[in-house]
């Protein structure tokens, strides 16, 4: 059956998830048409897409920022627009523009394509092909586009029905929200009465199970019941401004009722991992280079409304570390803002040490007089209160200090507490660059807990010690796993153990690394450098299952009448290959620009060395092969041999003697032993 090209405009328009079939969206069922993939590929920006999640700063010709995959203090993630990739020097992750997508959104290839098809206006075709498809893949898809017919269905609910006018715009006017503010957040309402959603959803031929997974639903004897009955909808949006979940409020006061439903956690909704209104803080938050951090959804939209636009709300609970992850992607600078009252002190102070450990500048601001964000900015106006804000920051650690020390009293045992407390806070501040903050810390802290400064000091390097080992311990389990498991390296990331097993690799490595770079420049009138490589390395054989892999696409590709090149591998099917490419590609460090400037008319960048790398490379390959083979050689030797094979032992000798004088000799060096 030919393949079907499939409009993506139309695709969401009729992707009904149907009541009888298990079957949920056709567009599970499709792929994206090559020519599609092609002119998205050519259109990327790994620099747009990467720095939408990560903060970016220029750094030579790359960029540099902290890896949004696992915790770190010092950067040393690195994104290279010139080669299209990516690489942490700290976890090992790599990959392209496509590949982080799917590794940091949790996105399937598709999905990945979606994103930036939409992101750089590429219309995609896809053609029909098997059913097989991942259950949560077929979730988390129907899921977003649930949520999505529901914020409309809300959100006409709120500005089109009478009710919807008469009871909650009304209720949401009164509190100060203007419409525009409304809008943007894109807030509902769901009627107290029947069950409107319901309906209008099964309507629409979505799955009852998803719904219910959802929390749009419940599901009742008498069928399917709405569960924000009579309530105002927020809207929840992830990174990429997917709705991924619902906040509902009750309309006044809560009665019986909870004042807030949420969403139940599902594939796409986490509440740990979620904080409302990051989708519209982002920008303002990297140019004041400042998060604010709130309770409540309200909060957020009333300093919105009032320009105030670089702040998140944790939804009343505890941080988790993936919400400090959240903000550490866009700033160092943390200022919480909670209630004053003895609930709010406490809500605030927990997370501090998990802050802390994520490096971040935390400071604290309470609101007076039993007021919250959204009722203090409402009565004293934006401008009071940014000034407010500004000159009521109080130091994180200091304030907690204060607070211990006034429950503490008079007792003893408690104060001991605190002290032992506040020295593993401190402890906790372990970047060399944060020596001089952390001393300032100890030397403060002394003060007011009146103890010996030293003695401080003292407690806080123990527990830097006993943490410190603890980590260590952790991580030698981890590793020792890893060894134990024994497995083959196929991620084309080689670890140190398997770096010291194959002593060959550097040598390997370089070749694929001019064989990318320079593979197809002219070596001479007759060959490109390509195949010099070839015809120079067709005795010799490698080591490194991934860098073989990487060496044999490459030559079948050349050899079939295509141009491989490290960017049009970078997107290869192989997975291995892909990450074969950024490891070969990417370096740690690179030489300064200013080196051209300083030392004129040496040209230290600016000029053509690929002849000499490419030599060099080559016979560097050949002689660690050799001096293997030479080796090995010498062993057969030691061994009692019949005098015809020992004769042939020392002719092999002589021979590949010949051939290292040789190659020194093209390099101009000798191999010391």
């Known amino acids: 059956m030919p393949a ?111 994103w930036l098809a939409g992101r750089y206006n590429v219309e995609i075709e896809e053609t029909e092909v098997s059913n097989e498809v991942k259950i949560a893949q077929q979730a988390a898809e129907s899921l977003h586009i649930i949520n999505s017919f529901a914020q409309k269905f809300f959100t006409g609910q709120l500005f089109d029905s009478d009710d919807g ?109 979620i904080l409302y209104g990051s989708y519209f803080a982002r920008q303002a938050i990297d140019r004041a280079d400042e998060c604010l951090l709130v309770e409540g959804y309200t909060d957020v939209i009333s300093l919105h409304q009032a320009g105030i636009e670089n702040v998140v709300a944790s939804g009343g609970t505890s941080l988790t570390v993936d919400q400090l992850r959240i903000v550490k992607k866009y700033t160092d600078n943390l200022t919480i803002i909670y209630d004053g009252d003895k609930a709010g002190v406490k809500a605030a102070l927990r997370g501090l040490d998990m802050a802390l450990e994520e490096s971040l500048n935390v400071k604290l601001v309470l609101i007076p007089d039993n007021e919250d964000p959204d009722s203090y900015v409402n009565k004293v106006g934006a401008a009071e209160f940014k000034q407010f804000v500004a000159d009521n920051r109080k130091d994180f650690i200091l304030f907690q200090l204060e607070v211990m020390l006034q429950d503490a009293g008079d007792d003893v045992t408690k104060k001991s507490q605190v002290v032992n407390q506040v020295a593993e806070t401190i402890s906790k501040i372990d970047r060399a660059e944060d020596f001089t903050r952390r001393q300032d810390y100890i030397n403060k802290c002394a003060g007011l807990l009146r103890i010996d400064e030293t003695g401080l000091t003292t407690l806080v390097n123990k527990y830097k010690r006993d943490r410190v080992g603890k980590d260590e311990k952790r991580s030698r389990v981890e590793d020792t796993g890893v060894a134990e498991a024994d497995a083959p390296d196929t991620t084309g990331h080689p670890d140190e153990t398997s770096l010291l097993l194959n002593e060959d690799y550097p040598q390997e490595k370089n070749i694929l690394h001019v064989l990318l770079e320079y593979g197809l420049n002219l070596w001479d009138e007759e060959r490109t450098m390509a195949q010099y490589i070839f015809d120079e390395l067709e005795q010799f054989d490698f080591n490194s299952p991934a860098l073989l892999a990487l060496y044999n696409e490459y030559r079948r590709q050349y050899e079939e009448g295509a141009e491989p090149t490290a960017k049009t591998l970078l ?73 015809p094979e020992l004769m042939k032992l020392i002719e092999i000798h002589n021979h590949l003697k010949t051939v290292e004088r040789e190659i020194t000799k093209q390099l101009g060096s000798v191999i010391v032993k």
Request: proline share 4%; net charge positive; with cysteine.
């Open 165 to 273: 006018k008469a009871i909650a715009l009304s209720y949401l006017e009164e509190r100060g929200f203007k419409e525009e503010i409304t809008r943007k957040f894109q807030l509902g309402y769901n009627p107290a009465y029947g069950n409107l959603f319901a309906k209008a959803a099964v309507a629409q031929q979505y799955n009852p199970e998803l719904l219910v997974k959802s929390g749009l639903v419940a599901s009742r004897d008498n069928g399917l019941v709405d569960n924000y009955r009579g309530r105002i909808i927020f809207p929840i949006h992830n990174n990429t401004g997917k709705i991924i979940g619902f906040g509902a409020r009750v309309i006044g006061k809560a009665e019986k009722a909870p004042k807030y439903i949420n969403t139940p956690e599902n594939e796409i909704y986490v509440k740990s991992k």
């Open 4 to 114: 079907i090209p499939i409009k993506t405009h139309t695709l969401f328009e009729k992707c009904h998830i149907h009541v009888a079939d298990t079957v949920l969206l056709p567009s599970l069922f499709t792929m994206i048409t090559p020519q599609t993939i092609q002119q998205i590929t050519n259109r990327i920006d790994i620099i747009d897409v990467v720095g939408e999640f990560v903060k970016l700063k220029k750094r030579g010709s790359n960029y540099l920022g902290l890896c949004p995959f696992h915790g770190e203090k010092s950067p040393s993630f690195t994104v290279s627009p010139a080669k299209e990739i990516y690489k942490c020097f700290g976890c090992g992750r790599s990959g392209n523009a496509i590949g982080f997508l799917m590794e940091h959104e949790k996105y399937t290839y598709v999905e990945a394509m979606r």
């Open 571 to 643: 997107y290869h099917p192989d997975e291995q290959v892909r990450n074969t490419v950024v490891t070969v590609t990417m370096v740690a460090y690179e030489l300064s620009q200013r080196w051209d400037e300083k030392l004129e008319n040496m040209n230290i960048l600016n000029r053509d060395t690929s002849h000499q790398d490419v030599l060099m490379s080559v016979n560097f390959f050949k002689l660690r092969k050799i001096k293997k083979m030479f080796e090995e050689n010498q062993r057969n030797m030691t061994t009692n041999k019949p005098l």
